[in-house]
């Protein structure tokens, strides 16, 4: 998503400067961690889900991460 390009973005530019690039706030963590956006359109989406439970999504995510 654009929220995690940008992120990545803004991460290799502290890296660059030597700044720590956590913690992040939490307004930031929650537009790039899909495991906070578990109702959101984008993460069903890439798992192939309209709706559902968080806790089934958060499962499906957990097991598409371990085969990343």
Same mark, same amino acid.
């Given at each position: 998503s654009e929220a995690v390009?940008?992120?990545?973005?803004l991460k290799k530019r502290k890296e660059d400067f030597s700044v720590p690039s956590v913690?992040?706030?939490? @307004?930031?963590?929650? $537009?790039?961690?899909?495991?906070? $956006?578990?109702?959101?359109?984008? @993460?069903?989406?890439?798992l192939g889900r309209e709706s559902g439970d968080p806790e089934a999504t958060f499962k499906a995510l957990r097991l598409a991460k371990d085969k990343f």
């Open positions: 390009l940008w992120s990545e973005a913690p992040l706030k939490l @307004v930031e963590e929650h $537009r790039t961690n899909p495991f906070m $956006r578990l109702e959101s359109p984008e @993460v069903l989406g890439y």
